[in-house]
């Protein structure tokens, strides 16, 4: 169940969202009267009625959060949209470019010159711009390649080399190090240089001349001991530290597992090269969500939700055609017992129900497979064992509801028999979507593919298929 906090951002964002659509549209309204009335001075009236509100606007729009100004983008037809992105400010436009989502950015960015985009950049962090890099033109890239330190371009080259899914990639390099050897009296002087601290900073990372990772000084142990302690003796020494070529979920685990706010990355030598933070680890979460959530659907690619026609149909139109090949397929085993249907009529009523179960209880299989192996929980010698478990999961609610449905089935046509034929074909089929719940997250996943693409559109077209045959072939068998 959601916080009332979360409901009530979630109920802030949509107030938001809703005065920046009521000023757009008292915008348009004012506007489109200016034009049709004539009237002296007309384009001055105009200028004033534009420039009071855009002023509104403006002024909403410096109140909002970077999230919340790409949340509203993001729910904006793309003239709207555009209007909107001119009035923010241009020191701004980096961190909302890293809120919005892909699909929206590259709008946003296809609508700025490369001055507004290098000068964007230059309120990022390497790592941050690093997120930007895939979408940026090459041309721009070089230009804020330029503009960087040699430190930071050495930085953002490091953090453009690893791949998506890597720890590397979540990284980032601001940070605070201290020395083992100096007190916490030292060290808080240190901090009381900085105007903030880097946001997630729980711990201080404590490293030797070499910069190789020693330990950790959590803030709580730094203000609550005694400041004439030394670092070495109150740091905690045994602590969690990734690598840069770990997998991002083994990251999104330990976070979880461990309650992390912020954890170390180090590289073969034990040098403290970054390090990963909650909100990098839950960013990569809803990403990866997102991600499945699109793949079971057989899309290609997030979508801008007010993309052009034919963007949405390029990125929708490949496991379409697949569908329309599983529905041709369904067709043709129906087509095959054209003869069975005639003689009885039941049949046709009877049929849906047998498929759809069976769809539904694949896509339950599909959903515990990929989220236990999203989890690290299955390996793919776990394979047999997971055949079977699921298997004799869904003989005994194959029975219990065919079962079920086979009485309904007698009660309704008072056909034992076909009581009997709908019990078979329901256990049958609800094997079979086991079968293939299994079987494709763990091919796919042996593959080294995303174990959720296109895995509702597979399981929908075998238990059509193969419930209709089944539920068919055994009413011919027995029943005709």
Known sequence: MA???????????QH???????LLSRHKLVENLVHRQEMPRHELVEDLVHKQHVAELRKKLDSLHPADIAYILEALPLDERLFVWDLVKAERDGEILLEVSDAVRESLIEAMDPQELVAATGQLDTDEIADLAPDLPRDVMADVFRSLSVEEREQLRAAMSYPEDSVGALMDFDMVTVREDVTLEVVLRYLRRFDELPDHTDQLF????????????????????????TVFNIMVGDTLALHPDDKAETAAQAFERYDLVSAPVVDADNKLVGRVTVAAVMDFIREKRETELLSQAGLREEEDIFASVWDSVKNRWSWLAINLVTAFVASRVIGAF????????????????????????????ITMIVRAIALGQVA??????????EIGVAAVNGLLWGGLLGLVTWWLYRSIPLGLVMTGAMTLNLMLAATVGVAVPMTMYKLGRDPALGSSVMITAVTDSGGFFIFLGLATLFLL
């Open 16 to 22: 938001h969202l809703r005065e920046v659509q009521q």
């Open 380 to 389: 793919p010698e776990s394979a047999r064992k997971l055949f079977r478990k």
């Open 3 to 13: 916080e009332p906090e979360d409901l009530q951002h979630k109920e802030d964002v």
């Open 206 to 229: 404590v490293v030797d001349r070499d910069d190789t990772l020693r330990g950790v000084l959590p803030l709580n142990r730094l203000l609550v001991t005694d400041p004439d302690e």
């Open 338 to 365: 054209e003869g069975s249907i005639e003689k009885l009529v039941a049949l046709a009523a009877l049929m849906p129900i047998v498929a759809g179960m069976g769809g539904n209880s694949g896509n339950q299989t």
